[in-house]
């Protein structure tokens, strides 16, 4: 999707809503609008900087810790975006945007006197470009999650694996929220088999969500080393 693309759909969304500003922290809204990264923890909903747009421009606020490597790094997309910066320890990405924005606004964050904004309706549908780079990102994952199952022994446990997982998919730019490991005792037995330190045995299922540039791709592999028979009729 172009900038242009993009901000088509928020100006109708301003519209609509009656709004003159609409931010977006969380990573896969702020990755939507910017094309960059606005994660430092992987844990927290939030991230490091917010995006906004007031039906002309692109700002992006953040602390003055993080401000020099997102100008350097993460804002290539955005040919005119202005960088507001606070004093990381003097105040709050939430109470920065309230000062510098124009009222009435939205926000997919907490923001006094904001209402909340889901952006999932303003991000789909996927146009070309998304759907391209969604594919880019669903062969990286399937490509990585491959290699790492046609490396496994059965005496692997489910955490070698695991974190094997991680580990190359984490080496194509992605960030891996579930890496789901279970062998033949523990695969049939449980929906969701978070891995533990037993072997894999017979066979193995692998589960993963990766996700890049605001993206997210789900896939399950299975590998067979002595499968009972009945994955090999089912797979048949």
Known sequence: MTGSERTERLDRYLARKGLEAVWFARPNDFAWLTGGDNVVSAS???GVAAAGYDGERVVVVTDDIEAPR????????LDDAAVETFAWHDSSLAATVAEVSATPAAADFDVPGFETVDASSLRQPLSDGDVETYRSLAGDVARAVESVCRGAEPESTERAVS???????????????????????????YRHFTPTEAELGGYAVASVTAERDGLSVSLTRTVAFDPPAWLTERHA
């Open 163 to 189: 974190a094997d997982l991680q580990r190359a998919l984490a080496a194509r730019g992605c960030r891996v929220p579930v890496a789901l490991v279970g062998g033949e005792e523990r695969a049939p037995a």
């Open 70 to 77: 997102l100008r350097a790094e993460e804002l290539d997309d």
């Open 44 to 46: 927290a909903p939030v």
